[in-house]
């Protein structure tokens, strides 16, 4: 068996939540991943049939049987993944009914999987249906978007067309737009069902003065995702409260989005 400690799937938990920290985006516990592994991958590190705890989901996830996830542990901090990551993640496999998570590697302190599980889970299930080749789901706090909740229209066109206009990036990086959900009670089945409904339609969906969840293939991809919408939202306090002589018009974000052949929502312009 190779060292688990140097599976590039464990570093890439390591070095992402120790930069997610850095931006500040991850106060004390704050924030979560789950990414989905290739189970050959996996098998090279891990005894596949030694089964260390059974940790019940509390919903189902039989379409997930058999997948297996690298997950962060709830109440964890992100600050400390890097330093100790045997008792901050856990390598989780869903079981053959769909109820319950068997860990095969992690949580060392006696730790579970975040609890936000629910809607991690639920948004895989649904960009899974959308894109097969996903693997990544992300939530996290960062601190200019959380900002942007208290003075901004909870919606998910005026959020969208406020976030595109506010670098030229935007529209070409996430050009389906974002979803926004209202303030809901964290940890729960009903905001996982209500995330995952979104992740139908975007890959970043807005948890209302709480933080972020981004979907996506790779790592890169989906953080990427998230930095470019709270530099968005950066921007737009850095100006909100300023006279706007400039902006990026709606026209120029056509040019933008046909020129870099990107299907982006044409309802969410004002042409
Ligand atoms: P966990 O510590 O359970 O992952 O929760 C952190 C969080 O961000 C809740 O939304
Ligand atoms: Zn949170």
Redo the contacts with the bound molecule.
């Keep these: 068996m190779k060292d688990i400690l140097k599976a590039p799937f464990v570093e890439e938990m390591c070095k992402t939540t120790a930069n997610m920290y850095r931006l500040g985006w991850d106060e004390r ?4 991943i789950s990414y989905l592994l290739d189970e050959k991958e996996v098998g090279e590190y891990l005894d596949l049939n030694l089964v260390k705890r059974v940790l019940p989901l509390g919903f189902d996830a039989t379409t997930l049987a058999g997948k297996i996830f690298i997950v ?1 542990g ?3 901090y992100f600050k400390n993944v890097l330093d100790d990551p045997e008792d901050n993640l856990g390598i989780v496999r869903i079981s053959a009914d769909g109820q319950n998570a068997q860990l095969l590697w992690g949580y060392s302190g006696g730790g579970k999987c ?3 599980f629910p809607a991690h889970l639920m948004s895989h299930m649904a960009r899974l249906q959308v894109d097969p080749e996903n693997r990544v789901v992300m ?1 996290t ?1 960062p601190t200019h978007t959380l900002a942007m909740n208290y003075v901004h229209e909870l919606d998910d066109k005026k959020f969208s067309h406020t976030l595109w206009e506010m670098c030229t990036e935007c529209i070409v990086i996430f050009p389906e737009g974002v979803g926004v959900l209202p303030w809901m009670l ?2 729960t089945n009903s905001i996982g069902k209500a995330t995952a409904d979104k992740m139908k339609d975007y890959r970043i969906v807005i948890w209302a003065m ?2 972020i969840y981004g979907a996506g293939k790779t790592m890169d991809e989906t953080f990427g995702l998230i930095e470019t919408v709270e530099k968005a939202a950066q921007i737009y306090m850095l100006t909100a409260h300023l006279p706007r002589i400039n902006t990026i018009k709606d026209e120029e974000m056509v040019e933008l989005a046909e020129f870099f052949g990107v299907n982006y929502r044409k309802d969410f312009l004002n042409l």
């Design positions: 516990n704050g924030g979560n962060t709830s109440g964890k975040t609890s936000e939530h706090h964290c940890g709480h933080g």
